[in-house]
């Protein structure tokens, strides 16, 4: 059944890709975003677009007959989220409560939410499941996670089908959907941006981990494989109910070999230099995702990192030319 639906963040790398597949799926979408570090090129054409504070639009819309909300829109910037807490308190925790009670006041009954996997912290043991210890070591988790009690908060109280995703690290591209980011931290765009000239060498950030090259292990989801999932939580959630799920692929990846799949992909020899370890990244960090499979009926299916390089890489390509 065609739903109509709010996306907050859907100017934004994930939230633009999922609005773009549950558009093609038939679903009625409505993308609410500030542009604060979305797109607004990045906006479904086939979407309505309010821009504006996902809060405050959730509050002045929702009561048009919206069976739903998909909550992107955050501050996510692990490093800033240490040296401003304020920005991701407001901007997370308190944009999210006011969201939540819009819906309170609305009677919308359905949420998915887009939770991390640094809720966990330094896992005890991996691969990481859902019932492993929250402990983040960072504030943008600690905030994650701070939401992610509310939501079961609202949902008890006000019957609402709620799912939060907790993403592994999201890759790869989805025709002109991808990852474009004012302020870059996130591993592939940048060995990309070595590919491009826009940028001279990647830093390797520490080869004295406890793994294999000794560098450290991550677990790449494809941004459709992760879009697709939020579909199926939709269609899964159950009134009354928080359930949390962990969206990764189940295989952990190093940052060499990050970097050698982004050279075959590209053909470009992709100079790196071993820099110290940053300050808060886990060794390992892999999702277990089981639940999700015995759930929500979900499979990754774009799991070979070479394709998820080369969808990444065909994005920054389309984006050269703009
Ligand atoms: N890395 C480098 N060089 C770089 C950038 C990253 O070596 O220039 C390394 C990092 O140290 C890390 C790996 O590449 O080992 C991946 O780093 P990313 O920044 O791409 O991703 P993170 O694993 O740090 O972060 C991801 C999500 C966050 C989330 C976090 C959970 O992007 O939103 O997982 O810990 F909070």
């Given amino acids: 059944k065609a739903l109509k639906l709010m996306v907050t963040g859907g100017a934004g790398y994930v939230g633009s890709v999922c609005a773009a597949r549950l558009i093609e799926a038939g679903h009625d979408v409505t993308v609410v975003d500030d542009l604060s570090t979305g797109h607004a090129d990045a906006v479904h054409p086939d979407a309505t677009f309010v821009e504006g504070d996902a809060a405050e639009v959730a509050q002045r819309l929702l009561g048009d007959g919206f ?31 006011r969201l939540l009670e819009a819906m309170r006041d609305h009677g919308t009954k359905r949420l998915v939410f887009s939770s991390t996997a640094a809720t966990y912290g330094e896992p005890e043991s991996s691969p990481i499941p859902e019932t492993a210890p929250t402990q983040p070591t960072n504030t943008y988790g600690a905030t994650k996670l701070a939401i992610d009690h509310a939501i079961t908060s609202f949902s008890r109280a006000h019957g ?20 474009r980011h004012t302020t870059e931290t996130h591993l592939i765009p940048l060995v990309l941006q070595v590919a491009t000239g826009d940028r001279e060498r990647i830093q390797i950030f520490g080869d004295d981990y406890p793994t294999a090259d000794g560098t450290a292990i991550r677990d790449y989801i494809h941004v459709v494989d992760l879009a697709d999932a939020h579909l199926l939580a ?39 230099a071993v820099a110290p370890r940053r300050a808060g990244d886990p060794s390992v960090l892999v999702a277990s995702s089981e639940k999700a499979g015995e759930e929500l009926g979900w499979k990754p299916e774009r799991t070979d990192l070479d394709g998820i390089v080369a969808d990444a890489w065909a994005f920054t390509q389309s984006r050269q030319a703009v």
């Fill in 67 to 97: 069976d739903g909300v998909l909550h992107f829109a955050a501050k996510s910037l692990v490093g800033e989220s240490m040296t401003d807490p304020a920005k991701y308190w407001e901007g997370n925790v308190l944009t999210t409560l």
């Fill in 160 to 179: 609402i089908a709620a799912v939060s995703l907790r993403y592994f690290n999201v890759a790869g591209a989805y025709g002109s959907f991808g990852e």
């Fill in 234 to 272: 939709l269609r899964h959630a159950v009134d009354g109910e928080h359930r949390i799920y962990n969206l990764g692929s189940g295989t952990g990846f190093s940052v060499l070999e990050v970097i050698e799949a982004c050279r075959r992909t590209t053909g470009h020899e992709i100079p790196a």
